[in-house]
């Protein structure tokens, strides 16, 4: 696929609007320079974007192309278009933090999205607010896949944890004022003991959330793991309804945020 707009016009780590032959409005994402010079990204990625071009999930934008320069390189991943707002944008109007219901419900859409990922092979690598966006019904989508520099040794259940350990900092992110824990998986019986309510709960949350006590369980299904502790937790501590009246909230913060207006560029085949 080729592009209106030549590469070597764009900056690096920029988004641009595009359309395809049918019209659809999809996202091009040029690479950093650092990603696009990384030889396990250039290797893995275009792997994971065939895994990935036929999956339907609502939590993630999937790869739909990428485009080659030249030389053989990657140097631009294309996803399909989600209309909302990024998380690291909303988060800037929330000084002093999101309410925990809120910030569990972004948190679950993220979790649901990784443990798609994680079941078909695939890690996110670069899971952030800046990578997250917040769609105009509230629901959450993960964005960018798999389009990151790779930690060489890490291997895949490196990989995975790395994945979770950023979902719980971006967890602490949405309660402003409160840090996630950093330390590595390692026994089985470190697992948080369920609180009864309040901050307590948030920090059972923060130390599930990076997958302590969750070695015994293959890498793949842990993201869904965490996901179903996370279901059990907040069912039982919220008042019935929190999702919804959780994701009000965010569709109307969408609604209120002006849109970004990302460059426009046609395409061609």
């Known amino acids: 696929m080729t592009y209106g707009t030549t590469l070597d016009a764009m900056s690096t780590g920029r988004s641009v609007l595009v359309r395809d032959g049918d019209g659809v409005v999809a996202v091009m994402h040029t690479l950093d ?3 696009i ?3 396990g990204f250039q290797q893995a990625y275009p792997r994971e974007a065939a895994v990935l071009a036929g999956v339907d999930n609502t939590r993630i934008a999937c790869p739909r192309s990428y485009v080659v320069a030249a030389g053989g390189w990657i140097v631009a991943s294309v996803r399909g278009f989600v209309p909302g707002v990024d998380l690291a944008t909303m988060l800037a109007g929330y000084p002093r933090g999101m309410d925990v219901q809120t910030a569990a419900v972004i948190t679950r859409d993220v979790l649901i ?7 078909l092979g695939v890690a996110h690598h670069t899971v952030g607010a800046e990578r997250v966006v917040v769609g105009t019904d509230g629901t959450c989508v993960l964005v960018e896949v798999g389009v990151a520099p790779r930690v060489v040794g ?3 259940e490196g990989d ?4 979770l350990r950023a979902v719980a900092e971006l967890f602490a992110a949405c309660l402003t004022g409160r840090r996630a824990p950093t330390r590595e998986p390692a026994h089985r019986e470190q697992s948080a003991t369920r609180p009864a309510v309040g901050a307590a709960l948030v920090d059972y949350l923060c130390t599930l959330l990076t997958g302590v006590g969750l070695m015994h369980i293959p890498p793949e299904d842990r993201a869904f793991s965490v996901l179903v502790e996370l279901e059990s937790a ?6 019935a309804g929190w999702d919804e009246r959780s994701r009000d909230r965010l569709a109307a913060q969408v609604a209120a945020i002006p849109p970004t ?4 560029v046609g395409s061609g085949v």
């Open 113 to 119: 999205g990784l443990a798609a990922l994680h079941r």
């Open 261 to 264: 207006a990302l460059p426009m």
């Open 234 to 239: 907040v069912a039982e501590h919220f008042e």
């Open 160 to 163: 995975v944890g790395a994945d």
């Open 154 to 156: 890490r291997g895949w």
């Open 37 to 39: 010079a990384d030889m």
């Open 33 to 35: 320079f650092d990603t």
